[in-house]
């Protein structure tokens, strides 16, 4: 049998890391992991209550397509509470996390062959998805001085279908402030193409609030997950708004493809917003460890870095250390005992020359990652 050519998608680098520490540890060794884009907590106390609760109640069959209507209601109600924005709960579709709400957008806006600009560096499955369905990813190369991100000036002669932007974004953390989201948002739409914002590390930022596109305009795609801020990767339970007059398409297309998000993973989610003290707890951490790796990659000698604003990575420019950022992952991960993630995951031209280091797991992981970077840099 053969194989589509649409699958040939690449393989995300950073679990292939995942799977050589892995052994690594396997093999005896001790291994500190800043390649992982993941909370080391578990979901909060109060969810995983609400979850055993509701299982000798319930039998956790399918739910509606769209999700949970007490969960869809609560969702709007946060965007009251963190933006100020009101919501009709009918326009809050619940998907199997936000990779489940990739695809739905993206079947429910583009034909096969359409354009979608993303943002170089960034999360790297936006590519392999939109070519899995036949779409055209185009790789919108970011500079430092727009701090990593896209800038209206990038879809000019384009001819993109869609835009997809990521705000706080990976692998650099940097958000769009509200004129620069704005002026985004209004070039997409003069451009015709849909704007999607992955809105996933929202609740994570340290200095300035992070802005939602939903601020801004009802015409977007907005994506979010219970992933990160709530602590939940591997629940699979995240969020996506639509304007109304695409609720029905997009019911339609998740009744078919997923039939719907997890039932038991709704109910903790639900619970999980009420548990603001033990999230904010977990905030408090990523704080601790964001000022520890901003004092610590540079005296490593990771000094080419730029703060982020909210997410818990860092990336940092070693393009003076290296041209081969996988060869060079795989010598820290061997020599230090550190996994970190090379940029080629995040950008096909430029990542050679990057590293993404996450301190997403506890102070004192953090800690020890940053003392055993130093030795060895120190010994190169
Ligand atoms: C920017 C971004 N979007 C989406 C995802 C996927 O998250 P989920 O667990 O909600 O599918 C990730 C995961 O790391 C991410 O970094």
């Known amino acids: 049998m053969r194989n589509s050519i649409r699958s040939k ?56 397509a ?16 963190w933006y100020g924005v009101d919501l009709n709960p009918d326009r809050v579709v619940i998907t199997p996390g ?41 790789d919108i190369e970011t500079a430092a001085e727009n701090r990593l991100q896209p800038v209206p000036g990038d879809l000019a002669g384009r001819d993109l279908r869609g835009l997809m932007v990521a705000s706080p974004a990976n692998p650099t953390g940097t958000m769009l402030g509200r004129e620069a989201l704005g002026a985004l948002i209004g070039a997409a739409q003069a451009a015709g193409a849909s704007f999607i914002s992955d809105e996933i590390y929202h609740g994570i930022e340290y200095e300035a609030k992070a802005v939602s596109a939903l601020e801004i305009t009802d015409d977007c795609y907005v994506i979010n997950s219970f992933s990160k801020y709530f602590s939940m990767t591997g629940w699979r339970v995240g969020w996506m708004v639509v304007p109304e007059n695409h ?4 019911e339609r297309l998740a009744q078919n493809l997923f039939i719907c998000p997890p039932h038991a993973s709704q109910v903790a989610a639900l619970a999980a917003m009420e548990c603001g003290v033990e999230l904010e ?46 060869a060079f992952a795989a010598e820290i991960l061997e020599r230090a005992g550190v996994a970190v993630t090379p940029g080629l995951d995040f950008d096909p031209a430029r990542g050679a020359g990057t590293l993404r280091f996450s301190y997403a797991r506890a102070t004192a992981d953090i800690e020890e990652g940053l003392a055993r970077l130093e030795r060895f840099m120190a010994a190169r």
């Open 247 to 250: 609720v029905r398409t997009v």
């Open 98 to 138: 936000s990779s489940g709400a990739f695809i739905l957008a993206f079947t429910a806006l583009f034909d096969a062959g359409d354009r979608v600009g993303i943002g170089a560096p960034g999360y790297p499955s936006y590519r392999q998805i939109l070519r899995a369905l036949d779409l055209v990813p185009v």
């Open 66 to 81: 769209l999700g949970l209507p007490e969960l869809r209601a609560r969702i709007a109600r946060l965007y009251r509470e």
């Open 281 to 326: 707890a977990n905030m408090a951490v990523y704080r601790t460890n964001r000022a520890l790796m901003l004092e610590g990659l540079p005296r490593a000698g990771f000094d080419r870095i730029a703060p982020p604003d909210g997410a818990f990575y860092v990336y940092a420019d070693v393009s003076h250390l290296t041209d081969d950022s996988r």
């Open 9 to 64: 998608v690449d393989a995300f680098i950073v679990m292939d890391v995942m799977e050589a520490a892995r052994r690594a540890e396997a093999g005896g060794r001790h291994i500190v992991h800043m390649e992982v884009g993941q909370p080391g907590t578990p979901a909060p106390r109060g969810a995983r209550d609400a979850l055993a609760r509701a299982m000798e109640r319930e039998a956790m069959g399918y739910t509606v």
